[in-house]
């Protein structure tokens, strides 16, 4: 292949550089017109169709991350027989070169560039993936000195076998990196890779690996036996403290490691007397050569949109540095489904990094999903690899979003919202500390009053639902007519697939905590077809179908994720699923005509809205038995719960009202009115207000929680902002909502998120069961929605 030739829309220029995982070349896109990084997987992996389903899967999941210091992907899939990676082309060197031409690195260097890198590690661990294999050669350097780690996981990928250590693709300069733990076989974690950062650690500061060795057998056992020669013994001038850094870095058992990449590049700084470097590189031609263009994956983002990558934050990334290279737009993905988008949107946040994508191509770890301190995410969990996710992986990306916006979206127009200018409101009071310090929620940024519309995505005919994924970073969206679910990136506002339900219409959809399942109600007009599909967020398929009662409506799924409770509307009672097992193993009968449940953040309640009885049915979960029953307005169709749990809010949509349940005495504690034909409602993430959207008013109607502490629009009704004719689904704050009801026009309703008031301090099952009755609070009241949008 070194000889220039086409493949597909690439025209091959010249070989970066092989190796067991295959080829990289600088390739000209004939298709955009622009220079590319294009990596060929060797053709046999192409005939490998489980390898090739874990390649497409994974480099969907790895999609969804964000991170400066990995760069994004343009394309991926098949093209002629051969797997291909589409990446942006940088100029750098990577680590091997730099060590190999120049021997050990200085201290405050290696500090530098490794903190970078933990970086890197710490936003695909928050997401749940772990790189697997970190080593001098997937550390990319710019001439300033910024980093890029590239192939999340792809040898991993065909590690994944039995026989891994002698597949090709687990090279002698893998094994010098190697965690203990992945040679015994057992359950890998996050701190797998902060191992594989403390050998190049080791490495960078001493010029070698801590294991010499050119045998599989000899750095087996040294990985399993040996612990690390002392860095200060073979270079002067390191200080002895730099030795217990390395040690408990390589520690043998994982428990003894750091929990975090940034914690180990943290310690070795104190270590080492150094300094965060200030944005200053190396003199030019200190260390390297002129610059050669290297390839940097990032994994699976669609080729339709310009990637965007913000300069350096400070800290471990030269706050000084260049901004990272923007490529051109791209066209339509090459070939197979999978490429991603990876530009910016209107609804980042100001300061986020731009989308990129990881491609982990082995079963990634699972770790739960966990909002990132000043230091990192908390510790993974001990013990077993895949843990059941807490529901506070929501609070997390509800937190985010507000931050940048309260954001709403309406699917048949596709409208999205953001806040106008102006102070936001001051936050209300934050819930009790629940006494887990790693289960704490991030500090939501303070919502604002009135949201404005900022723009809008087509979606397809005729959706009635949608719900964005816990992780946010992507929404299915019901679309009932045309019987398919449209998926929708959400860090680049764009449908990337739709998924085929041949089943029947979907109706509703919700996720499963760790968003790897999507829960789809299926009913038809005849009522002949009553199922939910359960679907495989990875894939994009169809996994299975199961029977339940009468026209199921919106679902939820337990804060754990072990089942799902689905209201069968025309029955009159909640079917309970056992997500392992796809089996109804229970149903519980409630008031006529259940048509939304909404868990207690803790998990120790459902509540369920029966909108033709009028009440609210009060479940406990533990016993799937109803404790009882609160009579709220006229027509109860959504329920959300506030971030502490106090406080259940429940739009009555023949009343025009939303009813205040208090949680600890189930009474109704306030009457709101807000906009006609109230369809759904949601908390903002702290809790400052509540949003409904209101079908026949065609407004978002904003209710102020906080009393006294903001002072609201004072405009009437009728000059609230219209949201958009027949608005169906809107959902504040990353979580869009549900609800198609056969009295509207075309079964078409409005809704707002149950969700986003999921509190993730409760996520650890915390009791919460009855709590006392909050002290007086001030009476909500009705703020009116943005200024018109235009449609």
Request: glycine content about 8%; aromatic content about 4%; overall charge neutral.
């Amino acid at each position: 292949m070194v000889e220039a030739r086409q493949i597909g829309p690439y025209r091959l220029e010249r070989l970066l550089g092989f190796g067991g995982m295959g080829e990289v070349h600088v390739a000209y896109d004939t298709r955009r017109d622009r220079q590319v990084a294009l990596k060929l997987l060797p053709a046999a992996y192409s005939r490998d169709e489980e390898f090739q389903r874990r390649f497409r899967r994974e480099s969907h999941v790895a999609a969804r991350l964000r991170e400066p210091h990995v760069i994004p992907i343009h394309d991926y899939g098949e093209i002629d027989g051969q797997l291909f990676i589409d990446m942006r082309l940088v100029d750098g060197r990577d680590v091997r070169a730099i060590l190999d031409d120049r021997g050990a690195l200085p201290p405050a260097r290696t500090v530098h560039l490794l903190g970078q890198v933990a970086d890197a590690l710490e936003a695909a661990h928050a997401d749940g993936l772990v790189h697997r294999d970190i080593k001098p050669s997937n550390v990319l350097v710019t001439d300033h000195d910024f980093v890029y780690v590239v192939d999340f996981g792809i040898a991993r990928s065909v590690g994944t076998s039995r026989t891994s250590l002698t597949l090709t693709g687990v090279t002698i300069g893998t094994l010098d990196y190697m965690a203990p733990e992945r040679f015994a076989g057992t359950a890998i974690d996050a701190r797998a890779d902060v191992y594989s950062l403390a050998c190049l650690l080791y490495e960078c500061l001493t010029g070698g690996p801590p294991f010499p060795g050119d045998d599989l057998p000899s750095l087996m056992y040294a990985h399993l036996f040996t612990e690390p020669p002392r860095p200060s013994t073979l270079v002067e001038g390191l200080p002895p403290e730099i030795d217990a850094v390395v040690a408990r870095g390589m520690a043998k058992q994982v428990d003894d490691r750091f929990a975090t990449p940034t914690a180990l590049v943290g310690a070795a700084r104190e270590a080492l007397g150094t300094a965060p470097v200030a944005g200053a590189a190396p003199a030019a031609g200190a260390d390297r050569p002129a610059a050669v263009p290297v390839a940097v994956p990032a994994a699976g983002t669609p080729a339709d949109a310009p990637p965007t990558v913000p300069t350096p934050p400070p800290g471990p990334t030269p706050p000084a540095g260049p901004t990272p290279p923007t490529d051109p737009p791209a066209g339509p993905g090459a070939g197979a489904a999978g490429g991603t988008g990876d530009a910016a949107t209107e609804l980042s946040v100001a300061t986020a990094e731009a989308p990129t994508v990881r491609v982990d191509l082995s079963a990634a770890t699972r770790l739960v999903p966990a909002p990132r301190g000043p230091s990192g995410p908390p510790p993974p969990p001990q013990g077993a690899p895949h843990p059941a996710p807490a529901r506070r992986g929501r609070g997390r990306v509800v937190a985010f979003v507000v931050a940048a916006a309260v954001v709403a979206a309406a699917v048949v127009t596709g409208i999205v919202l953001r806040p106008t200018g102006g102070a936001p409101a001051a936050p209300g009071p934050a819930p009790a500390a629940t006494g887990h310090d790693h289960d704490a929620a991030p500090v939501a940024a303070a919502s604002v009053a009135v949201p404005t519309v900022r723009g809008a995505v087509s979606v397809g005919p005729t959706p009635g639902y949608l719900e964005i994924a816990p992780n946010g970073r992507f929404a299915y969206i019901a679309n009932r007519d045309a019987r398919v679910i449209t998926v929708l990136d959400t860090t680049i506002n764009q449908v990337t697939a739709t998924i085929p339900v041949e089943a029947g219409p979907p109706q509703f959809v919700t996720f499963s905590p760790d968003s790897s399942r999507a829960y789809v109600s299926i009913y038809n007009t005849e009522r002949t077809v009553n199922l939910v599909g359960v679907l495989d967020t990875a894939t994009n398929t169809v996994l299975t179908t199961i029977p339940v009662g009468r026209r199921p409506f919106a679902s939820a799924t337990t804060p754990d994720g072990t089942r799902l409770y689905v209201p069968s509307h025309d029955d009159g009672r909640i079917e309970v699923i056992d997500t392992a097992t796809a089996a109804v193993v229970g149903r519980i009968s409630v008031a006529p005509n259940p048509h939304w449940v909404a868990f207690s953040p803790d998990g120790s309640r459902l509540y369920a809205a029966n909108h033709e009885s009028n009440v609210v049915s009060v479940i406990d979960p533990a016993t799937d038995t109803v404790l009882t029953t609160v009579p709220v307005g006229t027509s109860p169709h959504s329920t959300t719960l506030s971030p502490d749990g106090s406080r259940v809010a429940v739009v009555n949509f023949d009343s025009n009202e939303v009813s205040i349940i208090d949680t600890a005495s189930d009474t109704v504690v306030a009457t709101v009115p807000v906009g006609r034909n109230p369809q759904d409602v949601a908390y903002a993430a702290d809790g400052r207000f509540l949003y409904t959207t209101d079908v026949d008013s065609d407004t978002l109607s904003v209710v102020d929680v906080g009393g006294e502490r903001h002072h609201p629009d004072r405009r009437r009704p009728d000059e609230r902002g219209r949201v958009g004719r027949r608005a169906h689904r809107l959902r504040h704050a990353a979580e869009l909502g549900h609800g198609a009801h056969p009295r509207h026009r075309g079964g078409v309703t409005a809704g707002v998120s149950r969700a986003a008031a999921r509190d993730p301090r409760s996520a650890s099952g915390a009791p919460a069961r009855r709590r006392p009755a909050a002290a007086a609070a001030p009476t909500p009241r009705c703020t009116p929605s943005a200024p018109r949008a235009a449609r």
